[in-house]
């Protein structure tokens, strides 16, 4: 298991950990600041450093042999030998970017109460796909939008039982990702009287940190699919 430090403090860029593993094209961690792709969110990229040696975090995904681990994909063939301790060091930037256009997402969830059926959340943009055959108004989700950011939501999160997410299945506003089941308890994410879900993602702590993100393009993907696209200002 990898402990998922992420998930409690997404401000977080740095930690210490020891390698437990190898394999999967990188490397297994004790614990880490790195979040795997996972939720529609990209993986984080970063640094693993050992006194004078700095090997590149590429990606960071899940690993698929060794549940609840964490890989940390590295480049190239002599990786951090297992026992040794390292310091982790996430992309600030990239994680920065990630932060604001995954909590605009949550903005536009609330702006658009239809069920969500896609998302992906990158460095350079982030889209949300809704299940609905109506129109959207480009103008009136980007004034939406910048009104929410303007108004400084606080956003926190908190962990729920399984047992209360079964009570409130309306708290799930995804059709394609459902929240991790049986660890006993699932994530989730409020912006206090805005929005509410289950999300493990990384998020800005207030709205107002989302800034200048501009709706870019609406898409009519299909009969029953608007996409939504966010950029930042240039
Ligand atoms: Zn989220």
């Keep these: 298991m990898t402990e998922e430090l992420f998930r409690e403090d997404a401000t977080l860029l740095h930690c210490e950990a020891a390698i437990t593993g190898q394999g999967e094209g ?37 690993s698929k042999e060794s549940p609840g681990a964490i890989v940390h994909l590295i ?51 982030a889209r949300l796909d809704f299940h609905t055959d109506e129109p959207f108004d480009k103008e009136a989700i980007q004034a939406g939008l910048t009104r929410l950011v303007a108004e400084a939501h606080p956003v926190s999160h908190r962990w729920i039982s399984e047992e209360e997410l079964d009570a409130n299945p309306g708290l799930v506003r995804s059709m394609s990702v459902q929240p991790p089941r049986g660890l006993g308890r699932v994530r989730v994410l ?3 009287g805005v929005d509410l879900q289950p999300c493990g993602g990384t998020h800005v702590s207030n709205t107002a940190e989302i800034g ?11 009969a029953k699919t608007r996409r939504v696209v966010l950029g930042f200002a240039a």
Excluded at 78 to 97: H, K, M, N, T, Y
Excluded at 212 to 222: D, F, G, L
């Design 26 to 62: 990188g490397v297994l961690l004790d614990r880490t600041v790195c979040y795997p792709l996972g939720g529609g969110q990209a993986g984080d990229t970063g640094w693993l450093v050992a006194g004078e040696r700095r090997w590149r975090i590429t990606d960071t995904r899940k």
């Design 75 to 125: 480049e190239g063939e002599a990786l951090p030998a297992i026992g040794s301790a390292v310091s982790v060091e996430v992309d600030a930037a990239r994680r920065q970017a990630h932060r604001r256009f995954h909590t605009a997402t949550h903005l536009l969830c609330a702006l658009l109460p239809y069920p969500v059926d896609g998302c992906s959340i990158t460095e350079a943009y």
């Design 190 to 192: 409020e912006i206090a």
């Design 212 to 222: 200048a993100v501009i709706v870019t393009k609406i898409e009519k993907k299909s």
